[in-house]
């Protein structure tokens, strides 16, 4: 029989978890943005890289941890209390960057950032690119988890 408590640690771990990734991933964009503006990249560079980063490192941690979840799945279940609480943890120190962050980049002042966010202006249709990244890396990550799900399911048969 299945454990309540474990299924509802499970699904808190899942959720602090993907949190925390997302979170992850949407600042290290954001600061390679900032990176690459210092840089002096031109604002279409700036925008791929940034996006095309972050996708991919969301893509790659979810896997990941998936992965590791699935190798580990015996320790975790036997301390999921334990789990949950740190998965709590890095999500709560992931927030305290999102917050400190763009105070520290308010006082960036650099013409590049002017002409990244006019270039922006120009072609708003890459606010369009921008959802579509975003869900494309939620439909990669569901798939991962499909496969590893029905993978698992075919081994236990």
């Known amino acids: 029989m299945i454990d309540k408590n474990k299924v509802i640690g499970f699904f808190g771990i899942g959720i602090f978890t993907y949190l925390s990734i997302s979170n992850l991933t949407y600042r290290i964009g954001d600061i390679s943005k900032d990176l690459f503006i210092l ?4 604002p279409s560079w700036t925008f791929w890289l940034s996006e095309l980063l972050g996708l991919i490192l969301f893509i790659i941690l979810i896997n990941y941890v998936i992965n590791w979840i699935y190798n580990n799945y015996e320790s975790i279940s036997n301390q999921v209390l334990k789990y949950f609480i740190w998965s709590f943890v890095a999500y ?10 763009p ?18 202006k120009d072609n708003y249709m890459l606010y ?5 990244l975003y869900y494309l890396g939620e439909i990669i990550s569901i798939i991962i988890i499909y ?11």
């Open 39 to 42: 840089l002096d990249l031109k």
């Open 128 to 132: 369009g690119v921008q959802s579509v």
């Open 103 to 120: 105070i520290l980049k308010s006082e960036l002042n650099n013409e590049g950032i002017t002409k990244y966010y006019s270039y922006l």
């Open 92 to 101: 709560f120190i992931i927030q305290g960057i999102q917050i400190v962050y």
């Open 147 to 157: 496969n590893k799900v029905k993978n698992g399911s075919q081994q236990r048969v």
